[in-house]
């Protein structure tokens, strides 16, 4: 069974930095590239980052381009996202999520449960 | 960006009686070099994590119950549950992975009458 568990949820302060983990069982996770989501207090999803499968290649939102890091270890079958610089509209459920393709990527075929990221003073 | 829009932003149907949610796209998500239009649909309910329905604008994914089908190409895409069922009470998204960013519709919220 395909499994993506994440880490807890947290609460920062504005300006301050966060990393969220993602550990993939149940398929061959460097055959995949891989995607953050995050879905905000309204039920608006927004598309955060996306690396292909050896990480050789990453893109990213401009909401969040220069502040977030999307990463992977295939050895480990995790996903990262380093969030740096945190302000309080990045508050989030925030999904990893399997892309249907190595590359190009697809569209996103399994989800994770989230991590809630709470930015607040 | 492509921007993704969705009709109506509610629906309340009857069981048994089809439903039917519009999702229109600022502008082409159709590549004529392999003839596919990159549109999914997804379905999230309560407490879940959204769930694919239809990739490629109208190829249903395994265990998705064929009362789920999808339609439409270009700038114009269509899903239809042509007999609802209690458990389909969701919101459901389109998305375009034409390109990035990948954008989303703001959603439909499907509830019974």
């Known amino acids: 069974e395909m499994q993506l568990v994440q880490s807890g949820g947290v609460v920062v302060q504005p300006g301050g930095s966060l990393r969220l983990s993602c550990e993939a069982s149940g398929f061959n996770f460097e055959d995949h590239a891989m995607h953050w989501v995050r879905q905000g207090p309204g039920r608006r999803l927004e598309w955060v980052a996306l690396i292909r499968w050896d990480g050789g290649e990453t893109f990213y939102a401009d909401s969040v381009e220069g502040r977030f890091t999307i990463s992977r270890d295939n050895s480990k079958s995790s996903l990262y996202l380093q969030m740096n610089s945190l302000r309080t509209d990045d508050t989030a459920l925030y999904y990893c999520?399997?892309?249907?393709?190595?590359?190009?990527?697809?569209?996103?075929?399994?989800w994770g449960q989230g991590t809630l990221v709470t930015v607040s003073s | 960006d492509i921007v993704m829009t969705q009709s109506p932003d509610s629906l309340a149907v009857s069981l048994g009686e089809r439903a039917t949610i519009n999702c229109k796209s600022s502008?082409?998500?159709?590549?004529?070099?392999?003839?596919?239009?990159?549109l999914a649909w997804y379905q999230q309910k309560p407490g879940q994590p959204p769930k694919v329905l239809i990739s490629?604008?109208?190829t249903r994914e395994s265990g998705v119950p064929d009362r789920f089908s999808g339609s439409g190409s270009g700038t114009d895409f269509t899903l239809t549950i042509s007999s609802l069922q209690a458990e389909d009470v969701a919101v459901y998204y389109c998305q375009h992975y034409y390109s990035t960013p990948r954008t989303f519709g703001q959603g439909t919220k499907v509830e019974i009458k």
């Open positions: 502008q082409s998500v159709f590549y004529s070099s392999n003839n596919k239009n990159y």
């Open positions: 490629w604008a109208s």
């Open positions: 999520v399997k892309d249907k393709n190595s590359w190009p990527a697809e569209y996103f075929h399994h």
